[in-house]
T-cell receptor, first 114, second 109 residues
């Protein structure tokens, strides 16, 4: 069974540009989460989808970040326009709807904003 | 904010048991204890979780005190590949997982 896959693995962009990160969860997992780790800081929760609905987006830093999960399958996280402080590793995770959040994480996307 | 307290770092000799402590004195009755780890540059990896009973799987054992205010993750025979940051997390059923600073475990030959 394939795990959580994220694309791209690395992205280098200039300040002001737009970047879209993609996450393909494990097949059959209704729950999808985005987290990120900026340099030297802890892994921070961004948001949680249940199927195509946003269950909790309390961790989204500002309106430059837009997450979507059309059809309840894969998800995208777009940053527009990117700022220097957005650099970090963005992780996606998924879990089955079993009442407890056993998350399976992808390898992450390393985003560098120059 | 994370609801757990862990030592920032620990060392363990290869082949020995690694015992990683975690304090969660404010844990609620419906909150589970989860352990994840992050090996350098990889995504966090689920290890084990429990509510009040001790748990064991192929990776580790989880010992939870009777008052549930602390727990210990045990890696019975640590290997060099177990070098990672270990996160103890408490969370209710439908909550998101909040990562703290974790314990950096260094396994040495």
């Amino acid at each position: 069974e394939a795990g959580v896959t994220q694309f791209p693995s690395h992205s280098v962009i200039e300040k002001g540009q737009t970047v879209t990160l993609r996450c393909d969860p494990i097949s059959g997992h209704d729950n999808l989460y985005w987290y990120r780790r900026v340099m030297g800081k802890e892994i921070k929760f961004l948001l949680h989808f249940v199927k195509e609905s946003k269950q909790d987006e309390s961790g989204m830093p500002n309106n430059r970040f837009l997450a979507e999960r059309t059809g309840g399958t894969y998800s995208t996280l777009k940053v527009q326009p990117a700022e220097l402080e957005d650099s970090g590793v963005y992780f996606c995770a998924s879990s089955q709807d079993r009442g407890i959040p056993l998350l399976f994480f992808g390898s992450g996307t390393q985003l560098s904003v120059l | 904010d994370a609801k757990t307290t862990q030592p920032p770092s620990m060392d363990c000799a290869e082949g020995r048991a690694a015992n990683l402590p975690c304090n969660h004195s404010t844990i609620s009755g419906n909150e589970y204890v989860y352990w994840y780890r992050q090996i350098h540059s990889q995504g966090p990896q689920y290890i084990i979780h429990g509510l009040k009973n001790n748990e064991t799987n192929e990776m580790a054992s989880l010992i939870i005190t009777e008052d549930r205010k602390s727990s210990t993750l045990i890696l019975p025979h640590a290997t060099l590949r177990d070098t990672a940051v270990y996160y103890c997390i408490v969370s209710a059923n439908t909550d998101k997982l909040i990562f703290g600073t974790g314990t950096r475990l260094q396994v040495f030959p």
